[in-house]
């Protein structure tokens, strides 16, 4: 096992949140791996953290990658956030991701919190996923 798989991982959710329509309906474009120079839009998504484990087994080499997504929004109340929460989940899970190096296995939701963010009116949602990856 190794980490080369972590970046294809990460292009292949990018590139699955950033097309998807039921996300976009929510959030237009605001899909990010970075944050954006300037004004922030009103809700948006963000790739955050991830823990990497060994998971081979006799037949491949394999990895666990735990990931987090994340919802902003100023909009009032959680529902627009969660709007987009669920977007996010209803598209990764599941997904039939190709990646550039290695192959998904599974990919699966752990867990989410929603809370309020420190600025007023901000909600933030991080949603944690489990995708188990095999070197091909």
Do not use: C, N
């Not at 998807?20 to 791996?33: H, I, K």
């Not at 970075?34 to 006799?58: K, Q, S």
């Not at 627009?80 to 929460?85: E, M, N, V």
């Amino acid at each position: 096992m190794s980490y080369g798989m972590a970046a294809a991982l990460q292009q292949a959710v990018f590139a699955r949140l950033s097309t998807d329509v039921a996300l976009q309906a929510v959030v237009g474009g605001d899909v990010y791996d970075t944050l954006p120079t300037g004004a922030l839009p009103t809700t948006y998504v963000l790739l955050g953290e991830e823990d990497v484990r060994v998971r081979g087994d006799a037949t491949a080499r394999g990895a666990e990658h735990e990931f987090m997504v994340s919802v902003f929004s100023d909009a009032a109340g959680f529902a627009i956030a969660k709007q987009a929460a669920v977007a996010v989940s209803d598209a990764l899970v599941d997904a039939p991701l190709v990646l550039a190096r290695g192959q998904l296995v599974s990919l699966d939701f752990l867990r989410a919190r929603a809370r309020r963010s420190r600025a007023p009116g901000a909600r933030r949602i991080e949603l944690w996923f489990r995708a188990r990856l095999d070197e091909v």
